[in-house]
């Protein structure tokens, strides 16, 4: 790895001292503004870019999640983008209170046509110019030295202002694009010329926005970047200061986070994190970990599937099944250790909320695992908990009581993850709650070709603490009744199963019914000892005797298969 090509930031571009930083101490309390660039920037980066009717369908979907500001595209780029800002002209799609921006070079013939393209809008507009402004961009790509440059901004600048007029509706952005790369004194200067050309004002504030375009250095230098330029602005409350990072690095949602923390009000980027290369930092997940500290992201979220959906329709791009709050296996663990922390924190969840007397979606959430409860987002408890050769007895048991409603005792939860165990490893795959509870029964509860049959039953008292019981039975084969006394119907049933040669030795029984109400299936988890080790059997029934009755036989005939 030929590593000595490669300069670090800090012998790229001067990055300016801060030795009394201020943004390490600061927390995020509130949301700032998100503009979702998905429709310009994120459309840019697609192999097949949005055709005019995904553009809609991806307008109205940010529209109805909340967002108040969004870049609709790229009007003087194609002829898609200036029909579909023509569009948001000409009729009633963009609601009172959102306002688009559009976005242009400064260059004269292009800023032109952009604003043409929202000539009649009817709500607020932001006129969005860029232009890179990197000493490698400027000697490479524009061949400009910095005056050159800086006539350039400012003749576009003028122009914006010129052809917008007085027009109380439209206000102005300007990105230095690569401006984590830039000197920061010319960003500076730049930035202020700017905003004096645009006369900005606290009632008709100027936007800023300071792209880390790629993505070159740890997210503290680009903190310390932006509080630099947060600190030095020379219209600081006339300046929405916004931020535009990109995930070059794979930081960019953190990069995005600590610009917040030193003095940005406003974030540029994509749903997912679609875009150029590794792409834009990502909206969804910047909302939800706000979400996730307590603080109202103002976007909503809460059906997020269908938000994925949607985008995924939209620029044909899967969403990774591990991708932060949306991904299928987010809210997933296979992990036994993981399993049995999620299912005792459900339970001591459910506990704290009725203790409080509130919803369970209102109880303050504090799950091991889930850093939020899925139901937020609109997911359901169901795969929550999956289980595979890498599970655990907790994931086996939280499974078939969400299922099947069964509560398995620790012990036979233990002894039941040995047999899950050996079948998973035998597939080498997920194992679904069905096949769980086919293993189960096959291997605790009575077989379909068993040695016992037990057709007919009846207990009664025969005073004193004593049972009498009269059951009609197939043994091996042989059917008869038979009639025995017992300290109880199950005691009784013993002695008439070791009078047939099918000794059990009831060790513990643990009765449980299956749902409320009077006419629910019970079952009876069995423990009984075997010659070599203490066995398992179970039953189910219309009572909870019928069941303890059925449990016994389960564990004669297992017995006898054990030898």
């Known amino acids: 790895m030929p590593s000595h090509r490669y300069r670090d930031v800090f012998a790229r571009t001067p990055v300016p001292p801060l030795p009394d930083r201020r943004w390490p101490g ?14 310009r920037d994120g459309n840019q980066a697609l192999v097949e870019p949005m055709d005019p009717g995904r553009k809609r369908r991806f307008f109205e979907l940010m529209v109805a999640m909340g967002y108040k500001e969004i870049e609709v595209g790229y009007p003087s780029a194609s002829q898609t983008d200036f029909d579909f800002v023509r569009l948001l002209a000409e009729t009633d799609l963009v609601p009172d209170d959102v306002t688009v921006v559009v976005f242009t070079p400064a260059r004269p013939e292009l800023i032109a046509r952009t604003v043409e393209s929202v000539a009649g809008m009817r709500g607020e507009v932001v006129v969005h110019m860029y232009t890179a402004t990197a000493p490698t961009w400027r000697d490479v790509v524009l061949r400009f030295d910095r005056d050159t440059l800086a006539e350039m901004v400012l003749a576009g600048a003028a122009q914006v202002h010129r052809l917008v007029g007085d027009d109380p509706r439209v206000r102005f952005e300007f990105s230095p694009e690569v401006f984590n790369l830039t000197e920061p004194d010319y960003v500076l200067d730049l930035c202020d010329r700017v905003t004096a050309l645009w006369d900005a004002r606290a009632e008709r504030p100027v936007i800023l926005n300071l792209p880390a375009t790629v993505e070159v250095a740890t997210p503290n230098v680009y903190a310390d970047q932006i509080e630099y330029v947060h600190r030095n602005l ?13 995930n070059d690095r794979g930081t ?4 995005a986070e600590l610009a917040v923390l030193a003095g940005a009000q406003r974030v540029e980027g994509c749903l997912f994190g679609n875009g150029e290369r590794t792409g834009n930092v990502d909206l969804v997940t910047l909302a939800l970990n706000l979400h996730a500290q307590g603080v109202d992201p103002m976007v909503d979220f809460s059906d997020i599937d269908e938000i994925r959906r949607t985008v995924e329709h939209c620029n044909r791009i899967a969403v990774h099944e591990r991708h932060p709050y949306a991904g299928d296996l987010v809210y997933t663990a296979f992990s036994g250790t993981h399993q049995d922390a999620i299912r005792k924190g459900f339970a001591q969840h459910r506990a704290s909320a009725a203790a409080a007397g509130v919803p369970e979606s ?6 091991p695992y889930l850093p939020i409860d899925p139901a937020d987002v609109g997911r359901g408890y169901d795969a929550v908990i999956r289980v595979n050769s890498q599970s655990g007895k907790g994931g086996i048991a939280y499974l078939l009581h969400a299922g099947y409603g069964v509560e398995l005792p620790r012990p036979l939860q233990i ?23 086919e293993l189960f029964t096959a291997t605790y509860l009575t077989p379909a070709e068993p040695l016992v049959v037990l057709h007919e039953w009846q207990a009664s008292s025969a005073g004193e603490g004593v049972d009498e019981l009269k059951v009609d039975l197939t043994v091996r084969g042989e059917r008869a009744t038979h009639n025995a006394t017992g300290t109880g119907p199950v005691d009784a049933l013993t002695r008439i199963l070791a009078g047939a040669g099918l000794p059990v030795d009831v060790l513990g029984l643990t009765q449980q019914s299956l749902a409320p109400g009077s006419a629910a299936q019970a079952i009876t988890y069995l423990e009984h000892r075997c010659p070599d080790r203490v066995a398992w059997a179970a039953g189910t029934g219309t009572s909870v005797l019928e069941a303890s009755l059925a449990a016994v036989i389960a564990a004669a005939h297992h017995r006898a298969a054990a030898g």
Not at 362 to 367: L, Y
Not at 416 to 435: K, N, Y
Request: aromatic content about 6%; charged content about 25%.
């Open 415 to 437: 002894d039941f993850s040995r047999h899950v165990q050996r079948a998973t490893d035998a597939i080498g795959a997920e194992v679904t709650p069905e096949q769980l509870w």
């Open 234 to 246: 020379a219209r600081r409350d006339a300046v929405i200061l916004s931020v535009h990072p990109h």
């Open 252 to 255: 960019g949602v953190a990069c």
């Open 26 to 39: 600061n927390r995020l309390t509130e949301a700032p503004l998100w503009v979702p660039v998905d429709l």
């Open 362 to 367: 209102r109880a303050r959430w504090d799950v």
